[in-house]
């Protein structure tokens, strides 16, 4: 290093901007809130009634499982249902909560529903074992998608949600450790009963199943159905 560059190292610029010292006035240290555009909503409803609501669908899982072969999607291991649960009588109630979960959502994002309808698209199961798990993904040709946890033992693997700010991976700056936001991914806290919906083009995946027991879990899409004009005229 050259007696220039130590200076300069020793010396900050005056428009270096520095951590605010102890005797800065408070007032001037408060973060400047942003206005948030582009938010990526995420729903999330715990169910009170899942310990009623559980049984009747993991032994319907049952048997679909010794009947049917697992059907290849963003699984890794484990056994995948075909995607027509929602025309099983043992998915009925929930599928009932769905519904009425995805009109709150469709409110919520000003969908006008003058030109179209909502409908339950596909239904299906997922059961993770040891190991297993679901690789990042988008549910394409839908319109909002969500997953539904029937058996979560501890540590059988959380969902993650990736940031779809692809240019945001140009962003530079040091995150704190104790910061509340990942800057790529968030992970959201799988647990019995939970029902989370999103956008299906919202980027997913779940992690590997490190426990010893099996992870238990629906997935479904929900469809925009649009009204055909009505004729008019003679
Ligand atoms: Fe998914």
């Known amino acids: 290093m050259t007696q220039f560059d ?7 610029t005056d428009h270096q901007v520095t951590a605010p010292s102890a005797d800065t006035p408070k007032p ?9 555009f582009f938010a990526t909503p995420v729903w999330t409803q715990q169910l009170t009634a899942h310990a009623a609501l559980n049984p009747p669908m993991l032994d319907a ?20 249902s075909e995607t027509n649960l ?17 009109l709150r959502c469709a409110l919520a994002l000003e969908f006008d529903f003058g030109r179209a309808d909502m409908a339950i698209q596909s239904l299906w199961a997922n059961r993770n074992g040891p190991g297993d798990y679901n690789a990042q993904h988008v549910h394409p040709n839908s319109f ?12 059988s693997g959380n969902i993650e949600i990736a940031d779809p700010v692809r240019e945001r991976v140009m962003d530079a700056y040091p995150l704190r450790a104790d910061a509340r936001h990942h800057m790529r ?3 959201y806290r799988c647990r019995e009963g939970l029902l989370i919906m999103f956008p299906s083009w919202l980027s997913h ?5 490190r426990s010893h027991g ?6 479904f899409n929900i469809e925009c159905v649009p009204k055909r004009p009505r004729k008019t005229g003679r």
């Open 6 to 12: 130590s200076q300069l190292a020793a010396a900050p």
């Open 28 to 36: 001037a240290l408060t973060p400047l809130a942003p206005a948030q």
């Open 61 to 80: 899982l049952a048997d679909l499982e010794a009947t049917t072969p697992s059907v290849k999607r963003s699984n890794v291991g484990g056994w995948h």
């Open 86 to 102: 929602h025309h099983h009588s043992a998915f009925r109630p929930l599928c009932q909560t769905i519904s009425r979960m995805a």
């Open 144 to 155: 909002l998608s969500g997953s539904y946890y029937l058996t979560v033992p501890p540590d």
């Open 185 to 187: 991914r968030v992970e």
């Open 205 to 209: 995946g779940v992690q590997p199943n």
């Open 214 to 219: 099996m992870r238990y879990s629906l997935a």
